[in-house]
């Protein structure tokens, strides 16, 4: 299992390395750096100042040590716009971020554990149908659309929450419902087919040939076994959630990390937006390791070891 | 004398007949949408550029004061709403698909690779797809075409460069189970090329899984492109896509919420009717559960 | 005599796909006595058991004429009355030790609670029972073995664990469903030997599943031979073995001619030919494909023929029609 785990954090450390080259390669793209930051109505020499003032005229490959060695260390540069280090700027954002997500997740668990045993107990059954039509619907609801009409309904239709902003925890609460509902549809499903797996199981055959309650059943001897991929999925799913955060902050003008992304593109904000794409990898790559760690907690089988 | 019975164990009648009954509903879905999207031109009743700001905003059919030359409405600009509406479906049809074929040829080519070939070369493949998934598509995607500049074919490299990972996994995971079947390894033993193998062996046999992963990647795509056109980053106005349309009517939407209903409900349902007839062709292919 | 403890009668399981898999079973297995039922692969052993317990999968229809346990009627009891038995006065236990334990749950877990369920005992109380049954079953360091999960206990131990688990409330009835198949041999006799004693010190009826002669021989007061969803002959252990009367019993016994010089774990029959697998609505004898008896008659339905007291068969010969064997 240890021996497991470091090759899982070695293979994770070169992933961020990956990300890192890709990070790099991405602000480069648009050719020349110093015309995109001077602006479009900047001079020959403004241009040339941006260059030597942000060492574009450098080599490539000296730049991109020279961003590694500074990335690695949690240094990413200041911003053009914000003027402000960088390392700042996402520190004040991600805690709003991260608050989304674990209130995404939460909800998203929350709704999705039930109906992913409600569907399996009643496999081919209405309510299996039902739970089905809903992921289905989950899966096509544009998150974006959803956030537009929750805010019609719930912010100026019938006033109860907050339409934009980040104040107070009512702001939290429609971004969260939406966020949640883009990870619905993957942990229901993943619930369902567990929850059949772990039911027509040997050991819930021995649990009936018990006598057990059908409650008992279900929650004490599927659910559990049924669980471990899940939470661990869920993990994983919090980083594709604080990734995709982006556009549910935009929608909802809350001022995330997502959101600052959002506007440094629209600045050509390219320290910010490098960042930002660094630290969602990195946190994604360190979920991923967590996910394996909370599988090996869970499952005693892989516990002992 | 005696009947010796295949048993099949989980298909029950009914639940059959509900399946296909989705199944067709997604058939007609995409079928009326693509019709709309290849005939559009013929179709839409107005031109959906042409501004008319003396008619801004009218109501769609079913409501007070609506124009008869105008079922759908006007935009904020005057432009008729189901023109667009028309319009907007060639758009998410032709990125769906080509950000599909694009994204497809990627990963089936690295999944089938790294599934056939094993060893070293199948752990830098699953290496790549880790990386891959460690990226986050949308931010990606948004600050490549803001560094660019937004156009549609920009739009569809992006975003086929970047959603090959399913593609990638399914084909490498289907393509290892061809691999170790008797047929193969005849194949292998009658001293057939690895080139003859692949086309005529393993292609053909991993194709329904893919094909039941391409309709997945297709609403995908068409997903992301209607959220980055809406960030403002995706299609370039005046085009009119369904997402724009949307980030374009919101600040209407408090008023007139239909002018975010109608693209969004459009979206929805294509999305929907793409998903059911994926899962209608998954049944059909049996190619099993989906995680 | 008086009434079985466990009485049934025209027992029939049909699955949705149209297989008849149990097709009007009788079996009774009298109290504190222990009854074989034998029968190739997929003639309907484990389906009849679990269609007893009520544990048949969805999908699955049961009925039957008379299904009674210690004069109660398991047709008319609820789901909830059933569950009431199960575990509690009737226990079953199963071909896959290895699987058949919850791998979330300790050892002691899976055993207090069906004490705590059925005898509403303290915990105290349910793990002082477990570990009593653990020693019971000749589990050393039951103490230890109570705090450990399923995956760290080898196969034998664990259908030790699941005897112990199964004999927690006192059980009137033990179902074992070729609890030795899955064990390699010298642990297989140890648990028929384990088996047989339990029986013996706790008064226990067992209806004991089993395709291997050798353990009938040694175990079985009675024996019933199963084939392709019937009980095709029904008699006491030597009287079977003495005298077998249906073709496919003797089909059995001659590849195994003398009980109590059978080496165990020996394949059952070599007849040729495999059981079929027969859909609803089948009518006459089920082994007529492989039967060198065979008849036109054989087609329409067989009667039951008694041969002797308490052993009777399905098939349309007379008893004691020994004279045609060498015929065949
Ligand atoms: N869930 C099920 N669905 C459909 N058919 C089934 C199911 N379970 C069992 N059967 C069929 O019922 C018949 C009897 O099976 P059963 O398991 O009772 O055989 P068995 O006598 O116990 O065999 P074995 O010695 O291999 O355990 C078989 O033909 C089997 O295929
Ligand atoms: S009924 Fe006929 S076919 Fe069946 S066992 Fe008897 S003789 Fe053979
Ligand atoms: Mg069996």
Same mark, same amino acid.
């Given at each position: 299992?240890?021996?497991?785990?470091?090759?899982?954090?070695? &293979?994770?450390?070169?992933?961020?390395?990956?990300?890192?080259?890709?990070?790099?390669?991405?602000?480069?793209?648009?050719?020349?750096?110093?015309?995109?930051?001077?602006?479009?109505?900047?001079?020959?020499?403004?241009?040339?100042?941006?260059?030597?003032?942000?060492?574009?005229?450098?080599?490539?490959?000296?730049?991109?040590?020279?961003?590694?060695?500074?990335?690695?260390?949690?240094?990413?540069?200041?911003?053009?716009?914000?003027?402000?280090?960088?390392?700042?700027?996402?520190?004040?954002?991600?805690?709003?971020?991260?608050?989304?997500?674990?209130?995404?997740?939460?909800?998203?668990?929350?709704?999705?554990?039930?109906?992913?045993?409600?569907?399996?107990?009643?496999?081919?059954?209405?309510?299996?149908?039902?739970?089905?039509?809903?992921?289905?619907?989950?899966?096509?609801?544009?998150?974006?659309?959803?956030?537009?009409?929750?805010?019609?309904?719930?912010?100026?239709?019938?006033?109860?929450?907050?339409?934009?902003?980040?104040?107070?925890?009512?702001?939290?609460?429609?971004?969260?419902?939406?966020?949640?509902?883009?990870?619905?549809?993957?942990?229901?499903?993943?619930?369902? @087919?567990?929850?059949?797996?772990?039911? @027509?199981?040997?050991?819930?055959?021995?649990?009936?040939?018990?006598?057990?309650?059908?409650? @008992?059943?279900?929650?004490?001897?599927?659910?559990? =076994?049924?669980?471990?991929? &899940?939470?661990?999925?869920?993990?994983?799913?919090?980083?594709?959630?604080?990734?995709?955060?982006?556009?549910?902050? @935009?929608?909802?003008?809350?001022?995330?990390?997502?959101?600052?992304?959002?506007?440094?593109?629209?600045? =050509?904000?390219?320290?910010?937006?490098?960042? *930002? *794409?660094?630290?969602?990898?990195?946190?994604? *790559?360190?979920?991923?390791?967590?996910?394996?760690?909370? =599988?090996?907690?869970?499952?005693?089988?892989?516990?002992?070891? | 004398?005696?009947?010796?019975?295949?048993?099949?164990?989980?298909?029950?009648?009914?639940?059959?007949?509900?399946?296909?009954?989705?199944?067709?509903?997604?058939?007609?879905?995409?079928?009326?949408?693509?019709?709309?999207?290849?005939?559009?031109?013929?179709?839409? /009743?107005?031109?959906?550029?042409?501004?008319?700001?003396?008619?801004?905003? %009218?109501?769609?059919?079913?409501?007070?004061?609506?124009?008869?030359?105008?079922?759908?409405?006007?935009?904020? %600009?005057?432009?008729?709403?189901?023109?667009?509406?028309?319009?907007?479906?060639?758009?998410?049809?032709?990125?769906?698909?080509?950000?599909?074929?694009?994204?497809?040829?990627?990963?089936?080519?690295?999944?089938?690779?790294?599934?056939?070939?094993?060893?070293?070369?199948?752990?830098?493949?699953?290496?790549?797809?880790?990386?891959?998934?460690?990226?986050?598509?949308?931010?990606?995607?948004?600050?490549?075409?803001?560094?660019?500049?937004?156009?549609?074919?920009?739009?569809?490299?992006?975003?086929?460069?970047?959603?090959?990972?399913?593609?990638?996994?399914?084909?490498?995971?289907?393509?290892?189970?061809?691999?170790?079947?008797?047929?193969?390894?005849?194949?292998?033993?009658?001293?057939?090329?690895?080139?003859?193998?692949?086309?005529?062996?393993? %292609?053909?046999?991993?194709?329904?899984?893919?094909?039941?992963?391409?309709?997945?990647?297709?609403?995908?795509?068409?997903?992301?492109?209607?959220?980055?056109?809406?960030?403002?980053?995706?299609?370039?106005?005046?085009?009119?896509?369904?997402?724009?349309?949307?980030?374009?009517?919101?600040?209407?939407?408090?008023?007139? /919420?239909?002018?975010?209903?109608? /693209?969004?409900?459009?979206?929805?349902?294509?999305?929907?009717?793409?998903?059911?007839?994926?899962?209608?062709?998954?049944?059909?292919?049996?190619?099993?559960?989906?995680? | 005599?008086?009434?079985?403890?466990?009485?049934?009668?025209?027992?029939?399981?049909?699955?949705?796909?149209?297989?008849?898999?149990?097709?009007?079973?009788?079996?009774?297995?009298?109290?504190?006595?222990?009854?074989? $039922?034998?029968?190739?692969?997929?003639?309907?052993?484990?389906?009849?058991?679990?269609?007893?317990?009520?544990?048949?999968?969805?999908?699955?229809?049961?009925?039957?004429?008379?299904?009674?346990?210690?004069?109660?009627?398991?047709?008319? $009891?609820?789901?909830?009355?059933?569950?009431?038995?199960?575990?509690?006065?009737?226990?079953?236990?199963?071909?896959?030790?290895?699987?058949?334990?919850?791998?979330?749950?300790?050892?002691?877990?899976?055993?207090?609670?069906?004490? +705590?369920?059925?005898?509403?005992?303290?915990?105290?109380?349910?793990?002082?029972?477990?570990?009593?049954?653990?020693?019971?079953?000749?589990?050393?360091?039951?103490?230890?073995?109570?705090?450990?999960?399923?995956?760290?206990?080898?196969?034998?131990?664990?259908? +030790?664990?699941?005897?112990?688990?199964?004999?927690?409330?006192?059980?009137?009835? $033990?179902?074992?469903?070729?609890?030795?198949?899955?064990?390699?041999?010298?642990?297989?006799?140890?648990?028929?030997?384990?088996?047989?004693?339990?029986?013996?010190?706790?008064?226990?009826?067992?209806?004991?599943?089993?395709?291997?002669?050798?353990?009938?021989?040694?175990?079985?007061?009675?024996?019933?031979?199963?084939?392709?969803?019937?009980?095709?002959?029904?008699?006491?252990?030597?009287?079977?073995?003495?005298?077998?009367?249906?073709?496919?019993? +003797?089909?059995?016994?001659?590849?195994?001619?003398?009980?109590?010089?059978?080496?165990?774990?020996?394949?059952?029959?070599?007849?040729?030919?495999?059981?079929?697998?027969?859909?609803?609505?089948?009518?006459?004898?089920?082994? +007529?494909?492989?039967?060198?008896?065979?008849?036109?008659?054989?087609?329409?339905?067989?009667?039951?023929?008694?041969?002797?007291?308490?052993?009777?068969?399905?098939?349309?010969?007379?008893?004691?029609?020994?004279?045609?064997?060498?015929?065949?």
């Amino acid at each position: 299992m240890l021996r497991f785990l470091i090759r899982r954090l070695i &293979v994770a450390l070169l992933v961020a390395a990956t990300v890192l080259t890709l990070a790099f390669a991405l602000t480069r793209l648009s050719g020349d750096l110093a015309i995109s930051i001077a602006g479009p109505n900047a001079t020959q020499q403004d241009v040339e100042l941006v260059r030597k003032a942000y060492g574009l005229d450098r080599p490539l490959i000296v730049q991109f040590g020279s961003w590694v060695g500074r990335a690695a260390v949690g240094d990413f540069g200041e911003s053009y716009f914000f003027k402000q280090r960088v390392a700042s700027l996402i520190g004040e954002r991600m805690p709003i971020t991260v608050t989304l997500g674990l209130v995404g997740l939460a909800i998203a668990l929350a709704i999705s554990l039930p109906l992913g045993v409600l569907a399996a107990a009643q496999e081919g059954r209405l309510a299996d149908r039902i739970v089905q039509g809903i992921t289905l619907i989950g899966q096509a609801m544009p998150s974006f659309w959803l956030g537009l009409i929750l805010m019609i309904l719930f912010g100026i239709r019938l006033g109860w929450l907050p339409v934009s902003g980040t104040g107070s925890w009512q702001h939290f609460v429609m971004p969260g419902i939406v966020l949640a509902f883009t990870a619905v549809p993957a942990l229901t499903r993943l619930t369902r @087919s567990g929850m059949i797996q772990a039911l @027509s199981s040997d050991y819930i055959r021995t649990a009936r040939a018990k006598g057990l309650s059908r409650l @008992s059943i279900l929650l004490k001897h599927a659910l559990r =076994n049924a669980a471990i991929p &899940v939470v661990a999925i869920a993990a994983v799913q919090l980083g594709f959630m604080l990734g995709g955060s982006i556009v549910i902050e @935009s929608v909802f003008a809350l001022h995330g990390v997502g959101f600052l992304a959002w506007e440094s593109i629209g600045k =050509n904000d390219f320290p910010v937006v490098q960042a *930002v *794409v660094l630290v969602l990898a990195v946190i994604y *790559v360190g979920l991923t390791l967590a996910a394996d760690l909370v =599988n090996a907690v869970l499952d005693p089988r892989l516990r002992g070891q | 004398m005696t009947d010796i019975a295949v048993v099949s164990v989980t298909t029950a009648g009914p639940r059959r007949g509900w399946r296909s009954l989705g199944t067709w509903l997604g058939a007609a879905v995409v079928g009326i949408t693509l019709f709309a999207a290849i005939f559009g031109p013929w179709l839409a /009743p107005h031109d959906p550029f042409t501004q008319d700001l003396t008619r801004r905003l %009218l109501p769609p059919f079913w409501m007070d004061g609506t124009d008869p030359a105008h079922p759908f409405g006007t935009d904020q %600009l005057g432009r008729d709403y189901l023109s667009r509406l028309i319009y907007g479906a060639r758009i998410s049809m032709l990125i769906g698909i080509a950000v599909t074929i694009t994204s497809g040829v990627i990963g089936i080519v690295l999944g089938v690779i790294g599934g056939f070939a094993g060893g070293k070369v199948d752990d830098a493949v699953l290496f790549a797809i880790t990386c891959r998934l460690s990226i986050p598509v949308v931010l990606v995607a948004l600050a490549v075409v803001g560094l660019l500049g937004s156009s549609l074919t920009l739009l569809v490299l992006t975003l086929g460069l970047l959603l090959w990972d399913r593609f990638a996994v399914v084909a490498r995971s289907t393509t290892m189970q061809v691999r170790n079947l008797d047929f193969v390894a005849a194949a292998w033993c009658a001293g057939c090329s690895r080139g003859y193998i692949l086309a005529r062996e393993v %292609l053909p046999n991993i194709a329904s899984h893919l094909a039941v992963v391409a309709t997945l990647e297709i609403a995908l795509a068409i997903l992301l492109e209607a959220a980055l056109s809406f960030l403002g980053l995706g299609v370039p106005p005046p085009l009119p896509s369904w997402g724009l349309m949307i980030a374009e009517a919101k600040e209407y939407m408090f008023f007139s /919420p239909w002018v975010i209903m109608i /693209p969004g409900v459009a979206l929805f349902v294509l999305v929907f009717g793409i998903n059911l007839l994926g899962d209608g062709l998954r049944d059909l292919l049996g190619t099993g559960e989906r995680s | 005599m008086s009434e079985a403890l466990l009485d049934i009668a025209g027992l029939r399981v049909t699955f949705a796909g149209g297989t008849a898999a149990v097709r009007g079973t009788a079996i009774a297995v009298n109290r504190g006595e222990t009854h074989c $039922l034998v029968g190739e692969s997929g003639c309907g052993k484990s389906v009849s058991a679990l269609a007893v317990m009520n544990l048949l999968a969805r999908g699955a229809s049961r009925s039957a004429d008379r299904l009674r346990f210690a004069g109660e009627d398991l047709l008319s $009891l609820s789901d909830t009355g059933m569950a009431r038995l199960r575990g509690n006065r009737m226990a079953m236990i199963f071909q896959e030790p290895m699987t058949s334990l919850n791998p979330a749950y300790t050892v002691g877990s899976q055993m207090t609670e069906v004490h +705590r369920r059925h005898k509403g005992s303290s915990r105290q109380v349910a793990t002082d029972r477990a570990a009593e049954m653990l020693a019971r079953v000749g589990i050393t360091a039951p103490g230890m073995r109570l705090g450990q999960f399923p995956h760290q206990l080898s196969g034998g131990l664990r259908q +030790r664990v699941m005897i112990a688990m199964a004999l927690m409330c006192d059980p009137e009835l $033990l179902i074992a469903d070729e609890p030795t198949t899955a064990l390699d041999v010298t642990v297989q006799a140890q648990i028929l030997r384990l088996l047989a004693g339990l029986q013996r010190d706790l008064g226990l009826a067992v209806l004991l599943i089993t395709h291997d002669l050798g353990i009938v021989a040694r175990v079985a007061d009675r024996v019933s031979v199963m084939y392709a969803g019937e009980v095709v002959e029904s008699a006491r252990t030597n009287d079977l073995f003495a005298r077998p009367q249906h073709p496919y019993t +003797r089909g059995l016994l001659d590849c195994v001619p003398v009980p109590g010089k059978i080496r165990p774990g020996e394949p059952l029959g070599s007849i040729p030919g495999v059981v079929p697998r027969v859909r609803a609505g089948f009518q006459g004898c089920g082994f +007529r494909d492989r039967c060198a008896f065979a008849m036109p008659e054989c087609a329409a339905e067989v009667p039951r023929h008694a041969a002797g007291e308490a052993h009777d068969y399905l098939c349309r010969l007379a008893a004691d029609w020994s004279g045609l064997r060498g015929a065949a």
